[in-house]
């Protein structure tokens, strides 16, 4: 059972590229996460799916898209990258919303 | 939105004695919380998670309080060891669920 898949770890852009965030869950959970980590800051909602085909903003949706492509995956697209999306971004996911959440290992982001 | 805090960004405490962690949330529509602990390079782990009917609640050498009247939600772990070193991080979800605000985190440090 690997929980929460999330691809790539690692990865470094240049300002006003663009790249998909992958997340992908086995435990047939219906709601779906994307996180950031900042230092200091903790962990702030981006976007969230409460169910496949439904997806909403959270704290800081700005720069970010999603994509729930199935109950399963759900992915975190930055059309345009800037040096302020620099961060590490967490999926998770929860059975129903008000369980807890099950987080990834995390994909460390730089944009320069 | 509502944010929730801690009132001790780093505490150090002896092998063998008792932690104690501290949050303070200050939405009283939230009625879940969750306790997360998070290792360097890795994802939160899930401790324990407590709901608005209960006062306290009890784990494998931690213990969560929850105070309504004040606001207050603290985690405490028994006989601390080496293995505890990381941050913690509690969480609020408000009663119409799917989204999770985090505190900024305590880092525990574990002095052998």
């Known amino acids: 059972n690997a929980g929460v898949t999330q691809t790539p770890k690692f990865q470094v852009l240049k300002t006003g590229q663009s790249m998909t965030l992958q997340c992908a869950q086995d435990m047939n959970h219906n709601s779906m996460y994307w996180y950031r980590q900042d230092p200091g800051m903790g962990l702030r909602l981006i976007y969230y799916?409460?169910?496949?085909?439904?997806?909403d903003k959270g704290e800081v949706p700005n720069g970010y898209n999603v994509s729930r492509l199935n109950k399963r995956e759900f992915s975190l697209r930055l059309e345009s990258a800037a040096p302020s999306q620099t961060s590490v971004y967490f999926c998770?996911?929860?059975?129903?919303?008000?369980?807890?959440?099950?987080f990834g290992n995390g994909t460390r982001l730089t944009v320069t | 939105g509502e944010s929730v805090g801690l009132h001790l960004p780093t505490l150090s405490v002896q092998e063998g004695d008792n932690s104690i962690i501290n949050c303070a949330y200050s939405?009283?529509?939230?009625?879940?919380f969750i306790w997360y602990k998070q290792e360097s390079g890795k994802g939160p782990q899930f401790i324990i998670d407590i709901r608005s009917n209960m006062d306290k609640r009890q784990g494998q050498r931690v213990t969560v309080l929850l105070n309504k009247t004040v606001k207050h939600l603290s985690l405490q772990i028994a006989a601390t060891q080496p293995g505890d070193s990381a941050v913690y991080f509690c969480a609020e979800n408000l009663n119409t669920g799917n989204q999770f605000y985090f505190g900024t985190g305590t880092s525990l440090t574990v002095i052998p």
């Open positions: 998770a996911s929860s059975v129903d919303g008000v369980s807890p959440l099950h």
């Open positions: 939405n009283s529509a939230s009625d879940y």
């Open positions: 799916s409460a169910s496949e085909g439904t997806t």
